[in-house]
């Protein structure tokens, strides 16, 4: 049911390293079709190389912020959004949120951190692909 969750109480902060086992749920977790959308691979697909490297984004190359639910003691991760830092003031972007929190503005706020980060680092200008 897409929207049917509040982003209220969801946090989202920069991407860390102890956030590896949470990554890899939230990976698994998504849909075919929207691993499909966002040319994600599956978790049985990807290397511990990988898996470190989207945890761990190259400082002054990358950017990367997760959007995070809590629930029985418990976070998962809903969202990522990632910028990679190109030349002349670009930010290139990559965004997937959870099917379940699809619809929330989940999306819309990783989204403002990505810009207000990479603008912050003189990068005003932000593309999709």
Do not use: N
């Not at 939230?26 to 490297?53: C, I, P």
């Not at 418990?74 to 990522?80: L, N, Q, T």
């Amino acid at each position: 049911m897409t929207g049917s969750r509040s982003s209220q109480g969801v946090v989202v902060r920069p991407i860390d390293l102890e956030d590896e086992a949470m990554w890899l749920r939230f990976v698994e977790g998504l849909s075919w079709a929207t691993r499909y959308k966002r040319g994600a691979r599956r978790v049985d697909q990807l290397s511990d190389q990988d898996v470190k490297r989207a945890v761990r984004p190259r400082a002054g190359a990358e950017i990367a912020f997760v959007a995070v639910a809590g629930r029985d003691g418990e976070s998962d991760i809903v969202g990522v959004s990632r910028g990679t830092l190109r030349e002349a003031g670009t930010c290139e972007f990559t965004l997937v949120v959870g099917d379940a929190w699809q619809g929330c503005g989940i999306g819309t706020r990783l989204m403002r951190a990505l810009m207000d980060e990479a603008s912050r680092q003189g990068h005003g200008r932000i593309v999709g692909r």
